[in-house]
């Protein structure tokens, strides 16, 4: 990759289709909107209707060219899971990117009773991604980039009581524990992906300290509005923008000669040009990462097929 890569190293996307999860605002939102100025046809996958249709006018407004929808997807219900795959069922997918998340939540339970942010942030791009596979199978270098974060390094998964059912339940761990998921499952697909001789490259990023609304969002759900303010002004102060942030994603999905298993983020850790990031030696662990692709195949009902022309079994 270039040694600053920006967002003028992006290749020409024309004729390719990308979905981007969390596309509403945000890393999501950046990382949509540059995919869609190089030329790729682009689906942005969105939790809330109202904002993603907003999302998508303003896109429309920035790039009057750009090809671009919307359809909504909730990664915290299975069901809704399912019904985005079925209703886009794409013959060819170049780039799905699994960038949606929750942070530091108060303690909830998804649709189907798994803790929120390991439901959200890894079980429902895992049954996305299992569900999407015949079309990335299908696509010649096609890319899965899912979107983990520095803050993995607070703690490895837990397999024995990932739904908090008999552990105190504390929301920096969870979130924790869901991006180092997030980086196993980035291992375990890059190793069944190759064994499988499959032209499909798994990567992820993360996107050091950037301003979004995720940081927020959980001390708003509880009223602490002292703590929201606090939170706001360190992203004013310290937190880079959001178009810095969504760098590594989009270096991921679109820089030539990308490692399989790549882990990339800020070179500075939390800010800076898109480089290779710091990786906690558990999230290559080779009996975790399977271990919990097993688990999380029970979890979701979803299971994948890397054969040739196969369909994804549900």
Same mark, same amino acid.
């Given at each position: 990759m270039a040694r600053r890569w920006n967002t003028s190293h992006i290749p020409d996307q024309t004729g390719r289709l990308a979905v981007v999860t969390g596309a509403n605002? =945000? #890393? &999501?939102?950046?990382? +949509?909107?540059?995919?869609?100025?190089?030329?790729a046809r682009v689906v942005l996958a969105c939790r809330d209707k109202?904002? $993603?249709?907003?999302?998508?006018?303003?896109?429309?407004s920035e790039l009057p060219a750009s090809d671009v929808e919307l359809r909504t997807l909730d990664l915290a219900d299975l069901a809704s899971v399912r019904a985005f795959a079925e209703d886009l069922a794409p013959d060819r997918l170049d780039l799905l990117i699994n960038n949606a998340g929750v942070m530091a939540l108060p303690y909830r339970r998804t649709a189907d009773g798994f803790e929120m942010q390991f439901g959200t942030n890894h079980l429902g791009h895992f049954a996305l991604t299992g569900l999407l596979l015949p079309a990335l199978l299908a696509t010649p270098g096609s890319r899965v980039v899912t979107v983990s974060s520095g803050l993995h390094a607070l703690a490895d998964v837990n397999l024995t009581d990932p739904h908090y059912a008999s552990h105190r339940y504390r929301r920096w761990i969870a979130y924790g524990r869901s991006k180092s998921a997030n980086l196993l499952f980035t291992h375990e697909l890059s190793a069944r992906l190759a064994r499988a001789g499959a032209?499909?490259?798994?990567?992820?990023?993360?996107?050091?300290?950037?301003?979004?609304?995720?940081?927020?969002? $959980?001390?708003?759900?509880?009223?602490?509005?002292? +703590?929201?303010? #606090?939170?706001?002004? =360190?992203?004013?102060?310290?937190?880079?923008?959001?178009e810095a942030g969504a760098l590594p994603t989009l270096c991921a999905a679109t820089a030539p000669h990308m490692k399989p298993d790549a882990f990339l983020g800020?070179?500075? &850790?939390?800010? $800076? +040009?898109?480089?290779p990031s710091f990786?906690?030696?558990?999230?290559?662990?080779?009996?975790?990462?399977?271990?919990?692709?097993?688990?999380?195949?029970?979890?979701?009902?979803?299971t994948y097929d890397f054969t040739p022309q196969a369909q994804t079994r549900a």
């Open positions: 605002s =945000g #890393l &999501g939102y950046v990382t +949509a909107r540059e995919l869609a100025r190089r030329g109202d904002r $993603g249709a907003a999302a998508v006018a303003r896109l429309h032209d499909v490259l798994a990567v992820a990023a993360h996107p050091g300290y950037a301003a979004t609304n995720l940081q927020t969002a $959980g001390v708003r759900m509880e009223g602490r509005s002292r +703590a929201e303010q #606090l939170v706001g002004l =360190g992203n004013r102060i310290f937190a880079q923008p959001a800020p070179q500075g &850790g939390l800010r $800076g +040009a898109p480089a990786r906690a030696p558990w999230t290559r662990n080779d009996v975790t990462s399977e271990l919990l692709w097993t688990a999380s195949e029970e979890m979701t009902g979803v």
